[in-house]
């Protein structure tokens, strides 16, 4: 497939919240419809083709030809969380704010490990920044790159930093392990990461009630008790509430039926049940249904 370099950012959006709302919501995509017309994806692709072989086909063509920030995510989703463990016991938050910063995954199973990507798209710029706040909440931390990136980071990440490797053949290689940091977390850090039904849940869980005070002095009295455990209960507490943050049923459905190259996405929006439900039956309609609008 001939495609020019230029169009390959536009085509790698098709896997975001740009293109999969319009579909999940009306079961048609402008953006998508742009992108198609715009690229020349019109000449080389079959439009019959059922939308869930269209996904698999255009993130093969981004493996090879533009290993953009999704490529890598996707990648972790699948040769590492339904890889190796399960979502019954494991799960996969993106985006994950802490600070100042968004984590871009964060594994959650038994411990918490995080990933950073560094596709060769991305600058080193604010590595340093990020690592310093992941050292205050994960346990395990790794930054995953490329072949030619990965002896710079050897030289310029702290020593329990883990490094990983995406290969041209999507597969996920070690070039350094991670060491555990669980013993450095910072408690008043990992407090605000939870919501409140979740942290009065652990205060509960902890000192069997929950304080009887005014509701405007429950945050600050909440998270004095909890800082008040140590850093690997605390963590621990945390990251249990953290990976039940998920729909487990609706969630294996779609990833069972969808495209694997919607593992990431599907993750992405793990408590949005109509979300998932409304796309799934989308899958075996063919890719023309979704470039041309519905007439009322």
Not at 204 to 229: A, D, H, L, M, R
Not at 255 to 272: K, Q, W
């Amino acid at each position: 497939m001939k495609i020019d370099s230029k169009y390959f950012p536009a085509i790698s959006r098709i896997f975001t919240p740009l293109v999969m709302n319009e579909l999940a919501y009306q079961g048609y995509s402008g953006y998508l419809k742009e992108v198609f017309e715009n690229s020349g994806l019109f000449k080389n692709t079959d439009l019959s083709m059922p939308l869930s072989h269209f996904f698999d086909w255009i993130y093969s063509f981004l493996s090879k030809n533009y290993k953009n920030e999704y490529i890598y995510k996707n990648a972790i989703a699948n040769k590492i969380l339904l890889g190796r463990y399960s979502l019954n016991t494991s799960h996969m938050l993106t985006e994950f704010r802490v600070g100042n910063c968004k984590a871009d995954v964060v594994l959650i199973n038994g411990t918490s490990t995080v990933y950073e990507v560094k596709s060769e798209y991305d600058s080193f710029t604010r590595l340093e920044k990020q690592i310093e706040t992941y050292f205050q909440i994960f346990d395990h931390i790794n930054v995953i790159t490329t072949v030619s990136q990965a002896s710079k980071l050897k030289s310029i990440l702290p020593n329990a930093v883990g490094i990983l490797i995406l290969t041209n053949r999507n597969s996920i290689s070690v070039v350094k392990d991670s060491v555990s940091n669980k013993h450095n977390i910072k408690p008043d850090i990992l407090f605000d990461s939870l919501r409140k039904s979740e942290y009065l849940k652990i205060i509960k869980e902890i000192f069997g009630k929950v304080p009887i005070i005014p509701n405007t002095q429950i945050y600050k009295e909440c998270k004095k008790i909890f800082c008040s455990i140590s850093p690997e209960s605390a963590h621990d507490l945390t990251f249990t509430m953290l990976r039940d943050r998920k729909n487990t049923q609706v969630l294996n459905k779609f990833i069972n039926i969808g495209p694997s190259s919607l593992v990431a996405y599907a993750l992405s929006i793990g408590t949005d049940r109509f979300k998932m439900l409304s796309l799934i039956p989308k899958f075996n309609k063919s890719l023309a249904s979704a470039l041309i609008p519905k007439i009322a």
